[in-house]
């Protein structure tokens, strides 16, 4: 699925009820009413401008518009029926509605404006990761595969996690990892990261050397970052990341971790950590720790359902400040399939963060299914 599909249904606005439409109109006639039938020494007249004020709350500019024009026209025709259209507390009454129907206005047309800039920028938000990190297959040899990428914000689409699922001789690699940072400078150390992952699958190397190989192109990646000023920024460029291999015929994974959380295994209704035992720093950090890196194999069968993800799942937090308890979820979760599973665990984590990610969370389920 793609990782943009998830994003929609949580962030863009949703239509407005047509019903509201109603609401400014009726209080105009509301209003109309209850000031012919007041007495002479009560005026009714001020409280037209909710109308106006109302409607810029949920329409546009134009409909805000009409609504602040029929609120000013009966609010004469009020003023010809009670006294004259010259009485001068009717006079300042229409010219203050008047105003405040231009202000309101122009303020719905500000918004508007504003809505149509940030609609822009969430098409081409969406239309650079789907180039950066198109959606991933549904099936690679004898795996079934299911993604979701949740973003953090509408308008801050473009994050720095990232996965990717590449077919070698006899097996599948993975990668899943997260870019520290945000923005177009993570988006760009992501991307760089997504090629060198692909390239590399075209090598087929071997999985250490493959992450190493990963590991010195973030390093010269960092090593290129222009020089701003800003001394913490090539220094701080690291990736999190976990480079899995998964053999079609064989029971096992082969897991490579680069200080990313560990994958969750799920199996008849038991979740087990995949903690390897020799971690490896992040990638663009390895030159500092001076280390190797070391592939771990785990028992991966047939019906079992392997959970990657990041650290915006695990840390995401509710209003108790609470950690999201991923592995106690997981376990109770009952689902068949990868894509239901990770749908439930978006529902889930959506409702345990009160709607609102304190950093991009992004989601693969692989299961191993019987060989053809």
């Known amino acids: 699925m793609s990782p943009l599909r998830i994003l929609r249904p949580l962030h863009e606005d949703r239509p407005r009820p047509k019903a509201l439409i109603a609401v400014p109109f009726a209080l105009i006639a509301a209003v109309t009413?209850?000031?012919?039938?007041?007495?002479?020494?009560?005026?009714?007249?001020?409280?037209?401008?909710?109308?106006?004020?109302?409607?810029?709350?949920?329409?546009?500019?134009?409909?805000?518009g009409f609504v602040g024009a029929v609120a000013v026209l009966t609010q004469s025709?009020?003023?010809?029926?009670?006294?004259?259209?010259?009485?001068?507390?009717?006079?300042?009454?229409?010219?203050?509605?008047?105003?405040?129907?231009?202000?309101?206005?122009?303020?719905?047309?500000?918004?508007?404006?504003?809505?149509?800039?940030?609609?822009?920028?969430?098409?081409?938000?969406?239309?650079?990761?789907?180039?950066?990190?198109?959606?991933?297959?549904?099936?690679?040899?004898?795996?079934?595969i299911a993604s979701r990428y949740l973003a953090a914000e509408a308008e801050a689409q473009l994050g720095g996690d990232l996965y990717a699922v590449a077919r070698?001789?006899?097996g599948t690699r993975v990668i899943i990892g997260d870019v520290r940072g945000k923005g177009l400078d993570a988006m760009g150390e992501a991307a760089q990261v997504l090629g060198a992952f692909r390239?590399?699958?075209?090598?087929?190397?071997?999985?250490?050397?493959?992450v190493a190989q990963l590991e010195a192109g973030v390093a010269a990646y960092r090593d290129g970052l222009p020089d701003d000023g800003d001394d913490e920024r090539g220094a701080?460029?690291?990736?999190?990341?976990?480079?899995?291999?998964?053999?079609?015929?064989?029971?096992?994974?082969?897991?490579?971790?680069?200080?990313?959380?560990?994958?969750?295994?799920?199996?008849?209704?038991?979740?087990?950590?995949?903690?390897?035992?020799?971690?490896?720093?992040?990638?663009?950090?390895g030159s500092l720790a001076g280390s190797a890196f070391t592939a771990q194999t785990f028992p991966f069968g047939v019906g079992d359902i392997l959970l990657l993800y990041t650290d915006g799942v695990i840390e995401s937090r509710d209003s108790a400040g609470r950690f999201y308890p991923l592995p106690e979820r997981i376990a109770t979760c009952r689902a068949h399939s990868p894509d239901v599973l990770l749908g439930d665990l978006c529902v889930d984590l959506l409702r345990h963060a009160d709607g609102s990610l304190g950093d991009d969370a992004a989601m693969v389920a692989i299961e191993r299914l019987a060989s053809p």
């Open 236 to 285: 701080e460029a690291f990736v999190t990341a976990a480079v899995l291999d998964i053999p079609d015929t064989e029971p096992e994974v082969r897991l490579v971790s680069c200080g990313h959380p560990p994958p969750l295994l799920l199996r008849s209704g038991q979740v087990r950590s995949l903690d390897v035992r020799e971690p490896a720093p992040p990638l663009g950090l």
């Open 77 to 144: 025709l009020v003023a010809v029926a009670r006294t004259s259209i010259n009485d001068l507390n009717h006079t300042y009454q229409i010219i203050a509605l008047f105003l405040i129907s231009v202000f309101v206005t122009f303020f719905a047309h500000l918004r508007e404006q504003h809505a149509r800039e940030m609609s822009h920028l969430r098409w081409v938000a969406q239309a650079v990761q789907r180039v950066v990190m198109p959606p991933l297959p549904e099936r690679s040899g004898t795996l079934r």
């Open 33 to 64: 009413v209850l000031d012919l039938s007041a007495p002479p020494d009560v005026h009714l007249g001020p409280f037209l401008v909710a109308a106006p004020a109302i409607t810029a709350s949920f329409a546009g500019a134009r409909m805000t």
């Open 199 to 210: 390239s590399l699958t075209r090598q087929e190397p071997g999985l250490p050397q493959a």
């Open 168 to 170: 070698l001789a006899g």
